[in-house]
């Protein structure tokens, strides 16, 4: 037998072409051990971005809620612009915690003082169930800004 020019005799060709069957599908069992690890980690990832992305949507929902509500003057029209910070920001989010969003102002609404706005949703990991984190996870942001101390800030029972 002939390879790459050189001569071969029967006893040397045995070793070297037994060597070569032997690998057979090596690549295939590689595969098999890999591809799992791979999924996970990918799945994990998955999870991590969804995390990190819904905690920096909520970050943003609670200091434009708190911004645009310290410029309002009573404490009804402050909640509806937390409102409207909240749905408008989280329409971005995925759809467990656009579902589940909310804000609420968890301070005093008076004039010169700090107005506070919590934001909290839930994310619904049950689609990554494989890793054994199925449950949902609850994130919550807080950011306060300051009400302007002569500006005219109503309590509510006027008009």
């Known amino acids: 037998m002939t ?3 050189k001569r071969y005799t029967r006893a040397e060709r045995g070793p070297r072409l037994r060597r070569v069957r032997g690998e057979r599908g ?3 069992l590689e595969m098999v051990i890999l591809a799992p690890i791979l999924l ?3 799945m994990f990832l998955l999870a991590c971005g969804r995390y990190f992305q819904t905690s920096s949507l909520l970050e943003n929902a609670a200091r434009d809620g708190a911004r645009s509500a310290s410029q309002t003057r ?6 509806g612009q937390v409102d409207e910070a909240v ?3 989280m329409d971005q ?11 609420t102002i968890t301070t005093a609404f008076a004039a010169g003082s700090p107005l506070s706005v919590e934001v909290t949703c839930t994310i619904n ?10 449950g949902d996870t609850t ?12 500006r005219g800030v109503r309590d509510g029972s006027q008009p």
């Open 139 to 150: 994130i919550t942001k807080k950011f306060s800004s300051s009400v302007d101390p002569y």
């Open 26 to 28: 090596t690549m295939a």
């Open 40 to 42: 996970i980690l990918f």
């Open 74 to 79: 009573s404490l009804a029209a402050a909640q």
């Open 125 to 134: 990991y049950r689609d990554l169930g494989l890793l054994g984190i199925g």
């Open 3 to 5: 390879i790459l020019g």
């Open 87 to 89: 749905t408008r920001t």
């Open 93 to 103: 989010a995925v759809k467990s915690c656009k579902d589940s969003a909310g804000g």
